[in-house]
Every structure is written in structure tokens, then in C-alpha cells.
């Protein structure tokens, strides 16, 4: 009897196990029955498919102690929520967004079981009757960040803990090291939790951030690393440079054919882009999220999000991570991510159905703006390689992306077609910023005709367009400051625009 396969099908309704998944789990199984809180198997042969004669003794060792960097939509929730059904004990996840810890609640509550969620504000007695369910075995799951987890670690020292698990883990070094100083105490929650086994999950992660959660979550030890393939064959990646980014933003999800997320860097910039977007493209359907709303606004939003086959979603980061919404047609950034990995967190919320999606990065000028002010250099770097290759319209972007993760991308993309890959394999890549044509032709179609204001007040009235007079404006000033036009200096012609030669 296949007990992994049984287990699947018995409690989550699943008809079978993806290799990478029966790695993690048959991984967690083994240390389990070793550490003897697993009965559930009388031995390696029925759950593991390892060839033990290429294991060592170290190998053995680090079984329960596991890095899992699998593409997003290849099951990762699976990997610990089966063992924890086999387990005699509880499984305590730990995620790094409000959002995330709802869309596990949800699903998990959909399958019958009662989890056990940790949020800041909550009561002494609300509290005490999660300890309760989670000492009598009636909760399985213990879902938490790692803010909360901080103030209970006396309590986390009493609960029967097997299985720790921090979903999402290159946020450890990525936010540790900015603003959410929490992930760089993880040890102390692991510590407390006197959990013998460990998984640290994510979905991208380069070497200098793998290196970075071998650090602050296992302390430097040894620990077992699953790497699966991080490319998404179903996902066609394009970039484009542009100076009026919420118009490019309106143009692209006037092209859209289902759900679709459009992430923002701040929460202001969420609101604005979302009322901009009912308004031009008259539709109710477009909704923002960022972590300043309250609980109840959050859950209504998700829930409606959740539901509809025809929503627009303008999010900061605190909406996406795992989110299990599988018809995402097009995800649109907006404003760059920190990071490739970011990046490929997000983009990767398209498509989890497998069917053709689409992601879009969106750049600009003043991009070098926010890479100059960035607050360490390790942030300037991230950065800098992900503008490097929103600017490049020479390379595959699938190739591009995986080697930047330090994957081999040769071995990666063996059948995707060119029209479903990229923008530089279907040769619509464009170097140019995206109103530079459209204004150069203008311009040269009238040379030394209009001042800046004058040619934004003629430019608002061009239907084609579709710009208000300050866009027009703000799209002229920044091709003078790019060197494409420039202003004459000629008493005769005085502050009139050509295209500079």
C-alpha cells in the first residue's frame, strides 16, 4: 500500500503526489519515525523512495531539517499539511502576511479541519482556547507570524510541537533586514517551539538569499535542500519602460481576459491607482489592498476577489503570497519589486491553473530614484538586477530570471514555444520608453511649432492618446531630460520644441 498516495486521497481528496512533493513528505516521515512520533509506518520502504545506497549518515541527519524551494502552484501547502494529518502532534506554520494566514485558515477550514490561528488583539480567554484545542489534538494546525509567535514563546515551550514550518522564507533575509526585524528572531520562536523538525518553503531563492535562511533559521547547521525546477512554462513574461505608468497600467487591462493583479509599492499608491482605473475604464470591479486596512475591509475583499471572474486587484505586497486564487490571467507590477525573488513571487500568483497567463513589469526613469535611495546596498544590488533586466530586450526573460536565481536555465525551458514565452522570443521586446514614439513622431511631424505647455494642451486633445494635459506635460519633460527633444534657444523660436538630432 502506497501510505503517501492513501493519505492524499483520504484527507485532502488529492489522487496522487507529485515527486518533489513525496520527497519533502517521505524526508518529514523518516525523522518522524526515527524521533517516534510517527507509527504510521513499519518502515522506509512503504513512503521513501530514496536509493539508500547514495545516502550517508549526514544525509540521514538533515531529513528533518529541510530547505523546499518549489514554483509556485507545485503544491508546497501539501508538503506539510499531509504529514501533519499522520503526525501525534501539532504542525506550527509560520507565514509573513496577514492575507496568507486567511487564504491557509480557509482552506483548511474548508476541508473539515479547525486550525489554530494566532492574531495580535486577541483576548487572555480566546487565547487560552486555542492552547486548549491544541493540546487535546483538536487542532493540528497552528498558523501565526512571527510578531505574535514573539510574545508567546513561554507558552510555545508547553504545546506538543513536531513540526515547524516557515512558509515563504526568503522574507528572512528580504524583510529581516529592513523592516520586519521579527523574522530575524525566528530562532528564538524554533527554540521555543522545541519542534524536532523544520521546513523552510519558498518559491524562489538565489544563493545569497538561501544563505540567508540557513543563517537565521538553522543557524548555520547542515540542513537537506530540495531544489524543483522555479520555472512557470504557463506564464509569458514581458517588460516596458514608460513614463505615465498608471495610463500603461489602464492600457493593459483593457486587453485583459480574466482576474488580474496589479501590485503597487505603497499603499497610497494602491488607492490612487484604483480610483483612476474605475474611473477610465468605468468599471466597479477594481478594488485596492495594503495592510492598512482594517481586518473586516481585508477579509472583504479577499472573499470578493476570491469570487469573481472578472476582478482587478491593486495590491501592495501584503496581498499575494500563496493566495490560492488559480484564474489569475494577468499580473501587472506597477512599480518594480525589491528583488527578482519578490518579483517572481508575484508574478507567479498568474496562472495557478496551469492555463496561459501573463506577467507584466512595468519601469521607468524614476526608477533610479527609488535604486539611489535604497536603504542598504545589498537592497541597491536586488534592485539593480532586477531593473538590469526589465532594460534588457536582448535575452530570454525565462532565461534571464532563472539565472538570476542560480538555476541552470538550460536544463529549464527545454519545450516552451517563443510565442508563449517572452517578449524577446516573439519579438515584441521594445528598448524605448513607450510614449517616446508616439511623441517623436508628433514632434517631428512639428518642429519648432509648440512650447512644452502648448504641445501637452494639443496632446490632451488627440483622441488616440487618450492623456490628460499634465500627462501630456510630465511625458514631453522627460524626453527633454532624456535628450530626445529639446527646447530652442533662437530668439525667433524661443522655448520651441524639436527633436534633438
Given amino acids: 500500500m502506497d501510505i503517501l498516495n492513501t493519505a492524499a486521497r483520504t484527507f485532502f481528496g488529492v489522487p496522487y503526489l507529485f515527486p518533489y512533493q513525496r520527497l519533502v513528505i517521505s524526508n518529514l516521515l523518516e525523522a518522524a519515525t526515527s524521533a517516534g512520533f510517527f507509527q504510521g509506518a513499519s518502515g522506509r520502504s512503504e513512503f521513501n523512495e530514496k536509493d539508500e545506497s547514495e545516502e550517508t549518515d549526514e544525509d540521514r541527519k538533515t531529513w528533518g531539517k529541510q530547505i523546499v524551494i518549489l514554483p509556485t502552484g507545485a503544491g508546497k501547502s501539501l508538503c506539510f499539511q499531509l504529514p501533519a494529518m499522520l503526525f501525534e502532534g501539532a504542525t506550527l506554520v509560520i507565514y509573513p502576511i496577514l492575507s496568507l494566514m486567511a487564504d491557509q485558515e480557509r482552506r483548511l477550514r474548508e476541508r473539515g479541519f479547525e486550525p489554530a490561528v494566532l492574531r495580535g488583539?486577541?483576548?487572555?480567554?480566546?487565547?487560552?482556547?486555542?492552547?486548549?484545542?491544541?493540546?487535546?489534538?483538536?487542532?493540528?494546525?497552528?498558523?501565526?507570524?512571527?510578531?505574535?509567535?514573539?510574545?508567546?514563546?513561554?507558552?510555545?515551550?508547553?504545546?506538543?510541537?513536531?513540526?515547524?514550518?516557515?512558509d515563504e522564507?526568503?522574507?528572512?533575509?528580504?524583510?529581516?533586514?529592513?523592516?520586519?526585524?521579527?523574522?530575524?528572531?525566528?530562532?528564538k520562536i524554533l527554540d521555543a517551539s522545541r519542534a524536532p523538525l523544520v521546513t523552510a518553503f519558498t518559491a524562489t531563492a538565489s544563493a545569497p538569499t538561501l544563505e540567508k535562511i540557513e543563517t537565521y533559521i538553522f543557524g548555520g547547521e547542515r540542513v537537506h535542500r530540495i531544489i524543483g525546477n522555479p520555472d512557470r512554462?504557463?506564464?509569458?513574461?514581458?517588460?516596458?519602460?514608460?513614463?505615465?505608468?498608471?495610463?500603461?497600467?489602464?492600457?493593459?487591462?483593457?486587453?485583459?481576459?480574466?482576474?488580474?493583479?496589479?501590485?503597487c509599492s505603497s499603499r497610497i499608491g494602491t488607492e490612487k491607482l484604483a480610483k483612476y482605473l474605475r474611473n477610465e475604464l468605468k468599471d466597479k470591479n477594481i478594488k485596492f489592498y495594503h495592510a492598512g486596512l482594517e481586518r473586516d475591509e481585508k477579509t472583504a475583499v479577499e472573499q470578493w476577489f476570491f469570487r469573481r471572474s472578472d476582478g482587478v486587484l491593486v495590491a501592495t505586497c501584503a496581498y499575494g503570497m500563496g493566495v490560492d486564487k488559480a484564474d489569475i490571467r494577468m499580473v501587472i507590477h506597477r512599480d518594480c519589486p525589491p528583488s527578482v525573488e519578490a518579483y517572481l513571487q508575484e508574478s507567479g500568483r498568474a496562472g495557478r491553473d496551469g492555463l496561459p497567463s501573463e506577467a507584466v513589469l512595468l519601469y521607468g526613469p524614476d526608477d533610479a530614484n527609488r535604486q539611489n535611495h535604497a536603504k542598504t546596498e545589498s537592497d541597491r544590488t536586488r534592485l539593480a538586477k532586477l531593473l538590469d533586466y526589465a532594460n534588457t530586450s536582448r535575452a530570454c526573460r525565462r532565461t534571464a530570471l532563472l539565472k538570476l536565481l542560480d538555476y541552470d536555465a538550460g536544463s529549464a525551458i527545454p519545450s516552451v514555444d517563443p510565442k508563449s514565452c517572452c517578449d524577446v522570443c516573439d519579438g515584441t521586446a521594445k528598448s524605448e520608453l513607450r510614449e517616446e514614439a508616439s511623441l517623436l513622431a508628433f514632434f517631428k511631424k512639428n518642429p519648432r511649432r509648440y512650447t512644452v505647455l502648448e504641445g501637452a494642451q494639443i496632446l490632451a486633445q488627440i483622441e488616440a492618446f487618450r492623456w490628460s494635459q499634465d500627462d501630456a506635460k510630465t511625458?514631453?519633460?522627460?524626453?527633454?531630460?532624456?535628450?530626445?527633444?529639446?527646447?530652442?534657444?533662437?530668439?525667433?523660436?524661443?522655448?520651441?520644441?524639436?527633436?534633438?538630432?
Avoid: M
Avoid at 154 to 163: A, G, Q, R, S, Y
Fill in 121 to 166: 488583539g486577541q483576548s487572555p480567554e480566546e487565547r487560552t482556547l486555542l492552547w486548549e484545542k491544541i493540546r487535546s489534538g483538536k487542532s493540528r494546525f497552528i498558523i501565526a507570524n512571527p510578531e505574535v509567535l514573539l510574545t508567546q514563546l513561554e507558552t510555545l515551550k508547553t504545546l506538543p510541537i513536531v513540526h515547524a514550518v516557515i
Fill in 233 to 263: 512554462s504557463n506564464i509569458k513574461y514581458r517588460t516596458r519602460g514608460c513614463i505615465l505608468r498608471d495610463l500603461a497600467v489602464r492600457d493593459l487591462l483593457l486587453k485583459r481576459t480574466g482576474p488580474a493583479i496589479v501590485f
Fill in 475 to 501: 511625458a514631453v519633460l522627460q524626453l527633454i531630460r532624456n535628450g530626445k527633444l529639446r527646447r530652442i534657444k533662437n530668439i525667433l523660436w524661443k522655448d520651441k520644441l524639436v527633436i534633438q538630432k
Fill in 169 to 187: 522564507a526568503h522574507c528572512v533575509g528580504e524583510w529581516g533586514e529592513s523592516f520586519r526585524p521579527s523574522y530575524l528572531e525566528i530562532a
